[in-house]
């Protein structure tokens, strides 16, 4: 199973980008798909997550200016970054919760990471 992550870039503080998130492999079913950021020297904090049945949830920090989309039931997620604030800038990962077709276990899976820049 691997996660490909890509949207990200450098933006004035202000301003708005897309990243996006496609799952592939051995997949058996797909629970949940999220969005998590770190900054050097802190640990990976939550932003925004979507469930198969299309429930989602944001931090604090990011509602009303984040939205997560997609169709977690065909691996591909989007979060929609506006107004952005020097303080959202990090490397930003993609996580999926899922069964893989060779286990039927659950577990997560994590993508390599797109970085995110916001200049003031």
């Known amino acids: 199973v691997q996660l490909q992550a890509s949207g990200g870039g450098l933006v004035q503080a202000g301003g708005s980008l897309r990243l996006s998130c496609v799952a592939s492999g051995n997949i058996f079913a797909v629970r949940a798909m999220s969005w998590f950021r770190q900054i050097p020297d802190d640990e990976r904090e939550f932003v925004a997550g979507?469930?198969?049945?299309?429930?989602?949830n944001y931090s604090d920090s990011v509602k009303g200016r984040f939205t997560i989309s997609g169709e977690v039931t065909k691996t591909t997620v989007f979060l929609h970054m506006r107004n952005l604030k020097p303080d959202d800038t990090g490397v930003y990962y993609c996580?999926?919760?899922?069964?893989?077709?060779?286990?039927?276990?659950?577990?997560?899976?994590w993508g390599q990471g797109t970085q995110v820049t916001v200049s003031s």
């Open positions: 996580m999926a919760d899922l069964w893989d077709r060779t286990t039927l276990g659950l577990r997560d899976y």
């Open positions: 979507i469930n198969s049945g299309g429930t989602t």
